[in-house]
């Protein structure tokens, strides 16, 4: 469950037009044979052909540069070799014999070398564009990683040894018969598997085949199993008896009706099962067998409210229609063809149909910000992702999903600069998202502990109750499911006193270091940035350092930690260099008349 969303980036190769850092490559090339090590890095450097290579080293490493080709005459004594995220069509017909480990990901490749070395035990070509394998591969591999190609098919006989393989995201419609008896990991994600072998190897681990189309699992799962994805298939039932240890079974987005026994009287996993058609008998006789005192097998996971049936998706245009005018909604029939606009228009259709919508302060809410939607290219750009949310789940989704949209938009907000001159309002902001940060981990915590759950449920619950207490602005009133969650009266007074407990020790620190924030400071007062790079580069020759080190060593040292001198710099250092983000915030609002409203403010409590 994320907050208003989070965002992760990939290592990517080096923009298009960057010159070619080949002065840093030899400066590496003359050190390596100065030093007589054998490990030669030449990543990123936007080379697009690589210098002589020594004959001794046994690890390469050119990802991340320009590479269209590699050299034919690779170094005899090669054992690793990473040429990834460059723009390779091909490989060498002869590889080093030695060659152990092979990583091309993320270029062009549209074949692999029909011979490879039989040393080779690890072999990733992830995001080529492969369309076959060489029906031999090397009989000692071990890792074979081909995800993201355009694969129909594999090998019949794949190694012997192979104990890890991933082909997930590429066209598969069959696997073979027969898997090889050492396999532990299989992803076969986002393929085209109408069926699955009926006998697994015996020892296989994790199994991945979600966004599939099995209409069945095989009768015997393999005995030492510990997690099993099928999300998003089409299985109508699971076998009456699943693997006594499993740890993780999702079964998302199926048509499930029902569960087997076995998943309460034998199992002791965490399961999800959002997205099916659990009747309402189904879902009851599951709380009459989790709600027993002594009841310690599994915890499933599923949204309260049932699947929506299948829904006629209108025009953009018109589900805005229910929300504005006609003259503004009618600005939005051009945004029919953007990326996601569907989303979106169903998402409006389903916020309409909620309790929340009932409420004349939320149709003004809305409609607002629909206003500023058809104004902000950007924004709506933002907004029309989020909403994938809620129509991917069920109904009770809707909730969340508009809560993201309002914590996405105050983001934006502050990103733009809105923020830059109403500081006042900067740090209540700050303070909402640092309270709703605390509920989240509560409701987490929560979860944890309920065997029949719906997390956002439990989130939402939380939310709900708590939003006065702690002036909650972005949180909507009247959620559909409000009293399902399973949270009682302690719970919700526990949660009050523990958020204001950790706003009073650590709001400040966290204001400090909090990414808006940073932002608004470096527009603000730019100056201040170059401060905390000079106090930051005299931490190392401070008397307070080298004292706070010689006490961390010593702790260390009798603590048995290994790498004790490493881990004491790293940890004295992060320590004091925490407090500078803080000192040098609470100078600014203090210059500004502000720093007063990081204290603490109590209004309401829970009801009695």
Request: a negative charge; aromatic letters at 6%; charged letters at 30%.
């Amino acid at each position: 469950m994320r907050l208003c969303g989070q965002s992760g980036s990939m290592m990517s190769p080096p923009p298009p037009g960057n010159e070619e850092d080949r002065e840093t490559a030899l400066q590496r090339l003359s050190a390596l044979k100065e030093s007589g090590e054998s490990r030669l890095d030449l990543h990123g450097l936007a080379l697009t052909s690589l210098p002589p290579l020594p004959d001794w080293i046994t690890e390469l490493d050119v990802g991340g540069n320009s590479l269209s080709a590699l050299p034919d005459n690779l170094p005899a004594t090669l054992k690793n070799l990473t040429a990834g995220l460059n723009e390779l069509t091909s490989l060498p017909d002869r590889l080093p014999a030695g060659l152990e480990t092979l990583d091309v990901s993320y270029n062009e490749l549209t074949i692999m070398p029909e011979r490879l070395p039989d040393s080779l035990h690890e072999l990733i070509f992830h995001k080529n564009q492969l369309t076959e394998l060489p029906e031999e591969l090397p009989q000692g591999l071990e890792i074979l990683g081909v995800s993201k190609n355009k694969l129909t098919r594999l090998p019949e006989t794949l190694p012997e040894k192979l104990r890890k393989l991933y082909v997930d995201e590429n066209r598969i419609t069959d696997l073979p018969e027969t898997l090889p008896p050492e396999l532990k990991e299989l992803d076969v994600r986002q393929n085209r598997l109408t069926a699955l072998p009926e006998i697994l190897p015996d020892g296989l681990k994790r199994l991945d085949v979600a966004f599939n189309r099995l209409t069945h699992l095989p009768e015997r799962l393999p005995a030492g199993l510990k997690k099993l994805n099928v999300s998003v298939n089409q299985l109508t039932a699971l076998p009456e008896t699943l693997p006594s240890g499993l740890e993780v079974l999702n079964v998302e987005y199926n048509q499930l009706t029902t569960f087997p026994e076995c998943i309460v009287s034998e199992l002791h996993a965490t399961i999800r099962a959002d997205g099916n058609h659990l009747s309402e008998r189904a879902i009851q006789r599951l709380q009459e067998l989790m709600s027993a005192d002594d009841y310690e097998g599994s915890r499933v996971m599923f949204s309260m409210g049932r699947p929506s049936t299948t829904r006629t998706i209108q025009p953009l245009h018109q589900a805005v229609r229910n929300w504005l005018p006609l003259h503004e909604a009618e600005k939005w029939r051009a945004f029919e063809t953007k990326t996601n606009a569907e989303v979106f228009s169903a998402f409006l259709d389903y916020l309409l149909k909620t309790q929340n919508a009932k409420n004349p302060d939320v149709m003004a809410e809305v409609s607002a910000l629909l206003m500023r939607l058809g104004d902000d290219d950007a924004l709506r750009e933002k907004a029309f992702a989020i909403t994938i949310e809620a129509t991917e789940k069920c109904e009770d989704r809707v909730t969340y999903t508009y809560h993201n949209i309002q914590c996405a938009l105050q983001v934006y907000d502050i990103e733009k600069g809105d923020f830059d001159s109403r500081l006042s309002e900067l740090i209540p902001l700050g303070r909402e998202v640092f309270r709703l940060q605390q509920i989240e981990q509560i409701a987490q915590e929560k979860v944890k502990r309920m065997h029949l759950v719906d997390p956002i449920e439990v989130f939402l619950e939380y939310q709900n109750y708590l939003r006065d207490v702690f002036e909650l602005k972005t949180v909507i009133k009247e959620m559909r499911f409000f009293s399902v969650s399973g949270i009682t009266r302690a719970d919700l007074q526990q949660a009050e006193e523990r958020i204001k407990k950790a706003e009073s020790a650590s709001f400040r620190q966290w204001f400090a270091r909090w990414d808006p924030w940073h932002k608004v400071r470096e527009r603000i007062v730019p100056e201040v940035w170059n401060d905390i790079k000079e106090r930051r580069a005299d931490i190392l020759e401070s008397d307070e350092y080298k004292q706070r080190l010689r006490e961390v060593v010593k702790s260390l040292k009798e603590s048995g930690v290994q790498d004790v001198e490493l881990s004491a710099q790293m940890g004295v250092f992060e320590e004091m260099d925490n407090r500078l983000p803080k000192s040098v915030t609470e100078k600014v609002l203090a210059e500004k008349g502000l720093e007063q409203l990081l204290n603490t403010p109590w209004k309401g409590k829970l009801e009695q």
